[in-house]
């Protein structure tokens, strides 16, 4: 998701030309590079860091009363479709209504699965479906080699200024404190890389490609942190 005006302005304050553009991204499961490769960047690590376990025990004895607060409408919900379902069973239509019915979810369920299949097949021909195009050797490999070694958190701010591609995430381990701020972890001028959007119709699956041609996907999410939005 796009960052708004306003907190572009608030981050471009913090850098040394205004923000321009920006998102919170995140990227592909980063695969285990050969032995060799991964000594010589210094043995980084590959994958997210976990929530400290008071966190989790703090989601743990809130999640409770979100359920809780979920689970009574839906129970409305449910008896309301229950009601309904009896009215259907007393009338005159009612084994046309289910036939109709079971019809167009029938119909729709067929759809959605021919747009997946779809889906998946454009982001394959595009290598939308990699998370790098495999040379550990290029610029994004590298990138990737000291990805989580910066900042364990998985996903990034990516922003562009007028000067340079720059990734920013918070500081430190993933935890109630280390996310609040974030930091700068790579400077990209803008004459080595640009952000491509392949495929028009999925604006928010980029691809951040190199000027020795190599690239690395990245995918913007929404991101409100673990405890509020992250801060810069």
């Known amino acids: 998701m796009e960052l708004r005006p306003y907190d572009l302005q608030r981050i471009g304050r913090r850098l040394d030309s205004p923000a321009s553009w920006g998102t919170w991204c995140r990227i592909g499961p980063i695969p285990e590079p ?53 009215n259907r069973a007393f009338s005159a239509t ?65 922003l562009r200024t007028d000067t340079h591609l720059v ?16 930091r700068v972890l790579e400077r990209i001028p803008l004459e080595e890389a640009v952000l491509e959007t392949p495929l028009p119709d999925r604006p928010t699956v980029n691809r951040l490609r190199f000027q020795d041609g190599s690239w690395l996907v990245v995918t913007q999410v929404v991101d409100e942190g673990l405890l509020g939005s992250l801060d810069f």
């Open 167 to 182: 990734i920013a995430g918070p500081r430190g381990r993933v935890s109630t404190g280390t996310v609040r701020k974030s």
């Open 94 to 158: 009612a084994r046309d209504t289910v036939r109709r019915e079971k019809e167009e979810r029938k119909e729709r369920k067929a759809r959605q699965e021919a747009r997946e299949r779809d889906d998946a097949a454009e982001r394959t021909a595009h290598r939308l479906d990699e998370t790098f195009d495999g040379d550990w050797n290029g610029s994004a490999g590298q990138l990737l080699l000291g990805w989580y070694g910066k900042s364990k958190y998985p996903r990034r701010m990516l």
């Open 34 to 86: 050969p032995a060799e490769v991964r000594f010589a960047a210094g043995g980084g690590r590959l994958r997210p860091g976990w929530i400290r376990p008071h966190v989790l025990l703090g989601y743990l004895l809130v999640a409770p009363v979100i359920l809780l607060g979920m689970a009574v409408p839906l129970g409305f919900a449910l008896l309301g479709e229950a009601l309904g379902a009896v």
